[in-house]
């Protein structure tokens, strides 16, 4: 019996976005609650890499607060499924809507996402987690 990638792909995607939407109205626990014991994180805010994941919550919980986040895009996923259907790789765009002084939608942020789920115990777990700004640099930089 071959591995079904698709399916797997579909079930990565909609995992994060659950993990994504529950975080978007002030619940972090989502993605809490999943990252593997192991877990490395790359934060924007961070220099250095973040490991284990007492050390990942105990830094985003100190730097969470609720965004209000309207609306969110997700464009251009991709997913990466091992061949033996234990490992798979989520990279996408993220684009963050929230509401002006007016009401009106604004783009809060743009975002390139990384994450790499892990089967453990039958359930899928994130093992690395890399959130970058999609716009840091102003110029084409090979380095």
Do not use: C
């Not at 109205?25 to 007492?54: H, W």
């Amino acid at each position: 019996m071959g591995v079904n990638k698709e399916e797997i792909s579909k079930t990565i995607l909609e995992l994060e976005k659950s993990f994504n939407e529950r975080w978007s109205v002030g619940d972090n626990r989502g993605y809490l609650d999943n990252y593997a014991e192991e877990i490395s994180y790359f934060d924007p805010i961070e220099k250095d890499l973040v490991v284990g994941r007492d050390a990942t919550v105990a830094h985003i919980e100190a730097i969470y607060s609720n965004p209000h986040i309207v609306r969110n895009e997700y464009l251009n996923p991709v997913v990466h499924v091992s061949d033996g259907g234990d490992f798979a790789l989520l990279a996408y765009n993220l684009d963050t809507y929230v509401l002006d002084d007016n009401g009106n939608e604004r783009q809060l942020r743009a975002w390139n996402a990384t994450e790499a789920y892990r089967l453990i115990d039958g359930e899928w777990r994130i093992v690395h987690s890399n959130w970058a700004f999609a716009q840091t640099a102003t110029g084409a930089i090979a380095s």
